[in-house]
C-alpha cells in the first residue's frame, strides 16, 4: 500500500454492489494508477446468498423449528478436518476466494446460534437479526478495508487475552482486535465466565494507523514527507500496531500468533475456553436440540459445528511448538524487538500438555453415551448437496482426521528442523524445548498404558487399550517408523492443489525415533510376557507394534548419494 488518495476521476463511481448469483463471495476491488497510488474508483461485492447461508444456519439451530430440515449450510475446512463434512452431512463447499471473510463468518455464525440453542437459552428472532445486522456490518468493513488499500492482518486478533475480550471496558472504543482486517470468530464464552461483545463494534487502532500513513496530506513535496512518514511508521511496535499478512499465516510459518480465525493473545487459553464451552454443550444435546416431532439430524449437524472448532482451537495450540514470534521492527525504532524470538520453553511445553490431555489424551473425544445412536443425516436432498458416504456416524474416521490434522503440524519436518536449528541459534544458557522433548513427550503420552499394563484381567468389550487409543497408537507408530527410516510424507500446497512430497528427515530426529522405537518395543515385551490377562484386540495391537517396530529397526537405510 502506498500513499495515495481515493477519489473518483471522471466516470469512476465507487459502489456497493449486492448482487444475486448465487457464488457465494465477497470482495472489494479496485482501480489503482500504478505510478502514484491514487485508488482511482473502488468497489465491494457482496453475494445474497452468504445471507441465506447465514438464515439457513439460523433455521436449523434455533429451537421450536418444525417441518423438514435444510442441510447444514456449514462445511468443515477441507485443510482442517478433510471428508469429515461429508460425514457429518454439510452441504456447502468453500470457493477458494482470496479473501474468506463472509464464508467464515456464516461459520461463526452456526456455531453461535447451535451454542445458544444447545445451551438451553432461547434465541428471539430480534437477537438473530442483531447478530446478523453485526455479521453483515463486520464483513462490510473488513471489505472497504481493502477497497482502500489494506491487506489482512492476521495478527491483529492478539490485541487482548480472553477476559479483556469480555470486559467491554476495555474493547467498546477499540474492538475486540486491532483491527478489522483479521478473521475474527465470534466471542462466545462459557456458562461461568463474563459475556463481553460478540463481535467488534469499532475500527481498531491499526486501522486508524494505517489510514493516517496513507491518506494525511503532508506539506513538502516528495523529499518532505519521507521523515514524517517514518515517524508514522515508527509507532508499528507498538502491541496494537502489529501486522502479519497472508504469506505470513501457512502452517509451515514460524509465528504461532498469526492465524485466521483464532482469537486473545494466549491461544491456548482461547482453546481452553472453547474446550470449556464445547464441554457444557455435549451433556443433553438430544434433548436441546430436538424437540417432539422433529427429526434428529441437528443433533448430527451441531456435533460438527463443534468438532470444527474444536479442531480449529488445537491447530493454533499446535502451531506453538517449534514457534518463532516474528516481528517487522526497523532498526532504531522505539523498544524495537529483533526480527526472529523464539516461542518461550514453557509456552511449548504448556502447548504440548494441553494436546496431549485434549487430543492424544484417554479421555480426548469421550463423548455422551447414546449420543452415537441420535446422529441422524438430514435425508432432504438436492442436486447441490453431497452424498453423505455412511449414514451411521464413522466416529473412528472423524477422531482419526482431527487427530492428524495435529501429528501433521507438530511432526512436519519444518516444525522439526525448526527445533533442531533453534539448538544451534540460542545460547547454551536459554532454556528450549527441543525435539528430543516433544518426540519423548509424544510416546510417553501416546503409549502410558504400557507403563501400567502389569497386571489386571480384560475383556473385548472392557479392553486393557481402547478402540481410539489403538488407533492413535498405530498412528503414531507410523509417524515414529518414517522418522526413524530417514524420510516422511509432507504435504504441501500447489495452486489449487494439495500434493504429498517425500522430505528426508534431520538425522537428529531420526536418531531420536530410532531409540524411542526400541524402548517402546522393550516395554511392549514386558506387557506381553507379563501377568496382566489382555483382551483378544489389545494382544494383538501390541503383537503387531511389536512385528512392525522390528522391521524398521532391521531396515537397512539406503542413501542415494554420498
Partial sequence: MSSGSL???????????????NAGFAMGPSHVNPLTGQIFDADIIFDAEFVAFWMKSFDVFKPGL?????????????????????????????????????????EQLAFGTMALAAGGKIVPKEQFEKLLVDGVKSVVTHEVGHTLGL??????????????????????????????????????????????????????????WAIKYAYT?????????????AKIASHGTEPALQYATDED????????????????????????????????????????????????????????????????????????????????NHKGDPNALPPFVVTEAKTQRDALAFLEEQVFGPAAYQFPDKLYDYMAPAYWNHWGMPDVPRQDLPIREIVRHA???????????????????????????????????????????????????DQGKFTNRVPAIKPLR???????????????????????????????????????????ARAELVALKARID??????????????????????????VLNAHLEQTKP
Fill in 249 to 328: 499465516a501457512a502452517d509451515t510459518d514460524p509465528d504461532p500468533l498469526v492465524n485466521r480465525h483464532d482469537l486473545s493473545k494466549d491461544n491456548v487459553e482461547f482453546a481452553r475456553w472453547r474446550v470449556e464451552l464445547i464441554n457444557q454443550l455435549l451433556p443433553g444435546l438430544v434433548d436441546r436440540m430436538v424437540e417432539p416431532g422433529q427429526g434428529y439430524q441437528r443433533v448430527r449437524q451441531a456435533l460438527g459445528v463443534m468438532l470444527r472448532e474444536h479442531d480449529r482451537a488445537m491447530h493454533y495450540v499446535a502451531r506453538y511448538i517449534g514457534g518463532v514470534y516474528v516481528h517487522r
Fill in 217 to 229: 496530506t503532508l506539506p513538502g513535496g516528495t523529499e518532505g514527507e519521507k521523515p514524517l512518514l
Fill in 7 to 21: 477519489g473518483a476521476s471522471s466516470g469512476c463511481y465507487n459502489t456497493f454492489r449486492w448482487i444475486t448469483s
Fill in 470 to 512: 489403538r488407533d492413535l497408537q498405530s498412528r503414531y507408530f507410523q509417524r515414529l517408523a518414517g522418522l526413524a527410516a530417514g524420510s516422511t510424507t509432507s504435504t504441501r500446497a500447489m495452486g489449487p492443489f494439495v500434493v504429498s512430497v517425500t522430505v528426508d528427515v534431520p538425522v537428529d530426529c531420526r536418531n531420536i
Fill in 66 to 106: 418444525s417441518g423438514k430440515q435444510p442441510k447444514s449450510s456449514i462445511s468443515l475446512r477441507g485443510d482442517e478436518l478433510p471428508n469429515i463434512e461429508r460425514f457429518l452431512d454439510q452441504g456447502h463447499q468453500h470457493h477458494g476466494a482470496v479473501c474468506n471473510c463472509a464464508d467464515e463468518m456464516a
Fill in 151 to 208: 491487506r489482512h492482518n492476521f495478527k491483529a486478533s492478539t490485541l487482548f487475552t480472553m477476559e479483556e475480550l469480555n470486559d467491554p471496558a476495555k474493547t467498546r472504543n477499540v474492538g475486540l482486535a486491532a483491527s478489522v482486517m483479521d478473521y475474527v470468530p465470534l466471542n462466545l464464552s462459557p456458562k461461568g465466565k463474563k459475556q463481553g461483545d460478540y463481535f467488534s463494534r469499532t475500527i481498531g487502532p491499526y486501522d486508524y
Fill in 526 to 551: 514386558k506387557v506381553l510376557a507379563g501377568k496382566a490377562e489382555l483382551d483378544s484386540y489389545s494382544r494383538s495391537h501390541l503383537t503387531d507394534l511389536v512385528a512392525r517396530i522390528q522391521k
Fill in 403 to 453: 487427530q492428524d490434522h495435529v501429528f501433521d503440524q507438530i511432526l512436519s519436518p519444518v516444525t522439526l528442523a525448526r527445533l533442531l536449528d533453534t539448538e544451534v541459534k540460542a545460547s547454551p544458557k536459554q532454556e528450549l524445548f527441543t525435539a528430543a522433548e516433544l518426540l519423548q513427550g509424544l510416546t510417553a503420552s501416546i503409549f502410558q498404558e504400557t507403563a501400567s499394563l
